[in-house]
């Protein structure tokens, strides 16, 4: 009896070929879309995400606002001692303030 040959079906051919992603390299490391506008963010424990501070033209301003910003949301609201707190990129063209913009002083 002759053994069968088993075959793997063929992997189905994309659709779409995915592009290289052309940022500039951030001195964190990473790579940002070109005018990008940063904002010091928060994630609470709830999923809910929201803008805190900036806009700033440069990611190193907002690593530079994150400290500060934490300690103000801590004093407005405890339990941000368990939230998350970082930066986002957002695409150039969203430029409204952060919610705590007028209690750390960026206001322009």
């Given at each position: 009896?002759?053994?069968?040959?088993?075959?793997?079906?063929?992997?189905?051919?994309?659709?779409?070929?995915?592009?290289?992603?052309?940022?500039?390299?951030?001195?964190?490391?990473e790579r940002?879309?070109?005018?990008?506008?940063?904002?010091?963010?928060?994630?609470?424990?709830?999923?809910?995400?929201?803008?805190?501070a900036g806009?700033?033209?440069?990611?190193?301003?907002?690593?530079?606002?994150?400290?500060?910003?934490?300690?103000?949301?801590?004093?407005?609201?405890?339990?941000?001692?368990?939230?998350?707190?970082?930066?986002?990129?957002?695409?150039?063209?969203?430029?409204?303030?952060?919610?705590?913009?007028?209690?750390?002083?960026?206001?322009?």
């Amino acid at each position: 009896m002759a053994k069968k040959k088993i075959v793997a079906p063929l992997a189905p051919t994309p659709t779409w070929t995915p592009r290289p992603f052309n940022g500039l390299r951030c001195h964190c490391g990473e790579r940002h879309y070109q005018n990008a506008r940063y904002y010091v963010t928060v994630r609470r424990d709830d999923g809910d995400s929201r803008a805190l501070a900036g806009p700033f033209a440069e990611h190193d301003e907002a690593l530079a606002w994150v400290s500060k910003t934490t300690r103000v949301a801590n004093d407005r609201d405890p339990r941000a001692a368990w939230y998350a707190f970082g930066t986002a990129a957002i695409k150039y063209g969203y430029d409204k303030p952060g919610m705590l913009n007028a209690d750390l002083g960026l206001v322009a």
